[in-house]
């Protein structure tokens, strides 16, 4: 009707008689909506035997299965197993399925005298998935319609084909939205996806904000049809609300000399080029001595303070030796070690817990980076039996890796994130040591090993997550002696006080982020500029990051520049940046190539022309995902580490050869201090700078330099640039940083950090949960001091505070706490926006921001919190009753007409409560449980997300635990 090809009768039948006829055979069906893309349906599905049927495709994520009701159930099972997010759809039909045949004469004969008519506006249609002629929709289309799957994504990836760019759902809620935006995003196409109404707010005002929405994102509105009456008025110049939001700067003019405030004008002078100004400032006769010497100082100045700038970011990691340390160390309880199969350090390993006095006991896991996590979970629980609780536990899992493994994801890296999650899961709080070898340079030596290295770069990680479960990691040579078992031991046992260490010679180095200037010594001469000849490739190079390197290439005189990404020349930007580029006399070639496909790769390569042969490799290709580590799963490994670690593996590979002048790869900080949700990525990066270091080894050339944020794009400001800076990690100006990337190539080096730190905000963030040696040194000692003792004011400020409150209004005093952290997290103004019962995932808190809440709450609370805290506990109302419980504060005293909880009630409530479906029906507990909770036929519906668990009883519990992953779909 919309599009012209039906009259509004012949619309009116279509809509009322086919749901007649679907009412008519209504009962014996339904449908699932399963969170996976057609093809990942088609697999779950294929041992159904046609019971079941994939009813509409709507995006990647997105597909919908109909059929019978009992092929359902066991599908949403199976879906459950499998971690896979599935929702029951409340209908009792199976449309776009087998049961629909039966349908056909009648759907056909109901619908015998429409007209349909050619229209004029183009119809996509989701039965074939392309443009259909509208005059085929007679009652055999609407039939098939009916019964054939659902081709949405299909049709929205020919719209987005056909150069289609908005698209405005209309419904009464957005359903469809998610799909097309999904669907754009998998076709690497920018989009605007916007809706009409939403549920609950379905009047004028939610359809004027989502004509807003469209509007600023850049689609015409036709105000005037809108809003007829209306008249176009100046906004007022005031603010509106007179809230200030930009940060007051801080004079320093007070404290500065005459002197000084005189050389900064005399320099502002010079900066500007004013001659005028410096000949008066000089009292010279006259310019034109000063005029031909302007223009050199000026650029002196200029470089002066840029490098002056650059120092300050500049950072490597080195080594210290410690000393005074005891011979061995002494172990006491159970020490479990994880070892994978035929593991050459498994007796060394043993041999010196045991001679320390550890009672050892060894579980060996498979070398498959599929290792099952709820397995692992059951045999950690086996494994550590009834005994006493474990003293700690040794992974040597990351040992198996070969340098360069051909998998994505090194199956050490793998093994570490599932071995961290299953020991969540069962529970175990003993401090995990993951032992490598070859992993990390010290001093002369480079790292030989970078698999290995990239599991480093998941502890980093593991140890701001889950400060209270994370031991450290250990760095151990390839044949280590007995010596080097009593060195193990004595870090284990916590003699150190570290949690990144190596240990070679006999003796133990702790890591450490140190400042690095440039060279500064002007009696040296400067290094002479590397000058780019033949062919240089930047994998990433249309990307924000990768199109300022370009930019300096051709500066530098590049003859040709072979910049390689996904798109290649559809990139956004992408021919105007060749463009760009070419003007400044560089020859630009745009290649759509994905580096983790070697053969698409090789091609790539193999077409490099003959006159400019291909002499250096630039890899700032790569794909940012923040998930916490208990989150991670095994596609996730493989997207993040795909661009990074196969990548540039293929690129070592199959360049090795070639002699290159340059091979730098452009890592990040999540490799050297970790990050909250970047276990992934920090592994990839760990592993790129160690890759340097082994190339460097086998005589070829290797330059790593992490990064920080950049300003105005680049994986570390997209999506987080304002999150970081609140952790105080400042975007760097995308000139400066390629000018520190110009040093570090010109001098040759390696291992390079450049960061722009606040080190007064982000040491005390960073460290808020545990300890850092790795940065100590470069925290101020009366700033930490300071942020220390305030903490431990608010600490005992609270304690005291709820100590002296009634019973009941404690709970109220942690909710008020939790809410107004929430806000300030989410940088809300006013802590009361935050709902007591607004689940936290509907505010838009994720992994990092999560972390940030956690690492308050600790602050305040004093306690050490889980990182999935407000995953576990799911909105402030959760939270607060679990901190009351830990702080042994809980609303302990009944209401009028309720019965006194028992002793230990609130703390069973809730376990139970954060235990997911899928563990209770593993540990076989869920029979048991429905069991007790069988007293009465009338099951509590599921309470809303801010009911307290206090008042809940044992039935309810229960139906919330069975509807919780179906609430979350």
């Known amino acids: 009707m919309v599009a012209g090809g039906l009259s509004l009768e012949d619309g009116a039948r279509v ?148 150069g289609r760019s908005v698209f405005v759902e209309c419904s009464p809620h957005p359903v469809l939205a998610i799909g097309v935006q999904e669907t754009a995003e998998a076709a690497e196409t920018d989009a605007v996806v916007v809706g009409s109404l939403r549920r609950d707010e379905g009047g004028a005002e939610q359809f004027l904000t989502a004509l807003s929405e469209a509007w600023v994102a850049g689609v015409e509105v036709d105000w005037t049809s809108v809003i007829p009456a209306g008249s176009r008025v100046e906004l007022p110049t005031y603010a509106f609300q007179h809230e200030r939001y930009w940060l007051e700067s801080t004079s320093t003019s007070a404290g500065k000399s005459v002197v000084e405030t005189e050389d900064a004008g005399f320099w502002d002078a010079v900066e500007r080029g004013d001659l005028a100004e410096l000949t008066d400032t000089l009292e010279l006769d006259s310019s034109q001595e000063l005029g031909t010497v302007l223009p050199a100082l000026s650029a002196w100045r200029t470089r002066r303070r840029q490098d002056t700038t650059i120092d300050t970011w500049r950072y490597r990691v080195e080594w210290t030796p410690l000393t005074q340390l005891p011979a061995t160390g002494e172990l006491s309880g159970t020490w479990l070690v994880v070892v994978p199969p035929a593991c050459e350090l498994t007796k060394w390993a043993t041999t010196a817990l045991r001679a320390a006095g550890a009672d050892v006991v060894e579980l060996e896991v498979g070398d498959d980076p599929a290792v099952d996590r709820d397995a692992l979970a059951a045999r950690l629980k086996e494994t550590a039996g009834p005994r006493e609780p474990l003293s700690g536990v040794l992974s040597l899992t990351a040992t198996a890796d070969a340098a360069l493994p051909a998998a994505t994801v090194p199956a050490g890296v793998a093994a570490t994130v599932t071995l961290v999650q299953a020991l969540g899961d069962a529970r175990i709080a003993a401090p995990l040591w993951t032992l490598t070898h070859g992993a990390v340079s010290t001093r002369d030596e480079s790292a030989d090993n970078p698999a290995q290295a990239a599991v480093w770069g998941v502890g980093r990680v593991a140890a701001l997550e889950h400060p209270d479960r994370w031991g450290g990691l250990v760095d151990v040579p390839t044949a280590p002696d007995s010596t080097a078992g009593d060195l193990l031991t004595v870090i284990l046992a916590g003699g150190t006080g570290e949690d990144q260490l190596a240990v070679r010679d006999r003796a133990v180095s702790a890591r450490r982020l140190v400042r690095a200037p440039q060279d500064s010594d002007t009696g040296r001469p400067a290094p002479s500029a590397w000058t780019p000849t033949g062919t240089v490739l930047v994998t990433g190079g249309t990307g924000a990051i990768g199109a300022e390197v370009a930019r300096w290439l051709a500066g530098r005189g590049a003859p040709h520049l072979l910049l390689v990404g996904r798109r290649g020349e559809r990139a956004d930007g992408a021919r105007e940046l060749a463009e760009e580029l070419t003007a400044l006399g560089t020859t630009v070639t745009l290649a759509a190539c994905d580096v983790s496909d ?177 940065i100590a040194a470069l925290l101020d000692d009366r700033t930490t001091d300071v942020a220390d003792e305030q903490g431990a004011d608010e600490t005992s400020a609270l304690h005291d505070r709820l100590s ?52 308050r709450l600790s602050r305040l609370t004093g306690l050490r919190l889980p990182v999935s805290l407000a995953f576990n506990h799911r909105n402030p109302a959760g939270v607060a009753a679990y901190l009351g419980s830990q702080l042994g504060v809980a609303d302990d005293e009944p209401a009028p007409g309720e019965q006194p909880a028992e002793p230990g009630e609130d703390a069973v409530r809730n376990a139970l409560a954060t235990i997911p479906l899928a563990r209770l029906r593993a540990e076989g507990l869920m029979d048991a449980l429905l069991r007790l909770a069988d007293g009465t036929d009338d099951m509590p519906a599921p309470t809303a997300d801010g009911d307290s668990l206090d008042e809940l009883d044992a039935d309810a519990l229960i139906n919330m635990a069975l509807n919780a992953d179906r609430d979350d779909a």
């Open 804 to 855: 002296a409150a009634p019973a009941r209004q404690r709970r109220q005093i942690l909710l008020d706490l939790v809410r107004t952290e929430a806000a300030a997290v989410l940088r809300y103004r006013d802590g009361q926006v935050v709902e007591a019962a607004q689940a936290f995932k509907d505010l838009g808190l994720d992994s990092l921001t999560a972390v940030e809440l956690r690492d």
């Open 15 to 162: 809509v009322a008689l086919r749901s007649r006829a679907i009412l008519a055979g209504a009962g014996a069906g339904g449908m699932v909506s399963v969170a996976l893309g057609r093809a990942g349906v088609d697999e779950l599905i294929g041992g159904f035997g046609g019971r079941l049927s994939v009813a509409a495709a709507n995006g990647p994520g997105s597909t919908v299965v109909s059929g019978e009701p009992g092929a359902l159930e066991e599908l949403l099972g199976l879906c459950e197993v499998r971690e896979v997010r599935a929702r029951r759809i409340p209908v009792d039909y199976a449309s776009h399925s087998a049961q629909v045949e039966e349908l056909r004469e009648r759907i056909v004969t109901d619908l015998a005298g429409l007209t349909p008519v050619s229209s004029t506006v183009p119809l996509y249609s989701t039965l074939t998935g392309g443009v259909i002629d509208t005059a085929s929709m007679d009652g055999g289309y609407w039939f098939d319609n009916l019964r054939s799957t659902v081709r949405f994504d299909d049709a929205t990836r020919a719209l987005l084909g056909d």
């Open 598 to 774: 070697r053969d698409a790769l090789a091609e790539v390569l193999a077409a490099v022309p003959a006159k400019w042969p291909l002499t250096a490799v630039l890899h700032a290709a790569g794909v940012d995902g923040v998930t916490a580590l208990d989150e991670v799963d095994a596609d996730h490994l493989g997207t993040v580490l795909g661009a990074k670690v196969t990548g540039a593996r293929q690129l070592h590979d199959l360049t090795r050869e070639m002699n290159l002048e340059q091979f730098v790869v452009f890592s990040s900080g999540a490799a050297v201090w970790g990050g909250g949700g970047q276990g992934a990525y920090a592994a990839g990066n760990a592993f790129l700078d160690a890759l340097a270091g082994h190339r460097r080894r086998l005589g070829l050339a290797g330059t790593s330099v992490a990064w920080g944020s950049w300003a105005g794009g680049g994986l570390a400001a997209s999506g987080g640039a304002d999150r970081l800076r609140r952790l105080g990690v400042i975007p760097m100006e995308p000139a400066l940083a390629v000018r520190a990337l110009a040093c570090a190539i010109d001098r040759h080096e390696d291992g390079l950090v450049v960061a722009d730190i606040d080190w007064d905000v982000f040491g005390p963030a960073f460290t808020a949960g545990r300890p850092s040696p790795l």
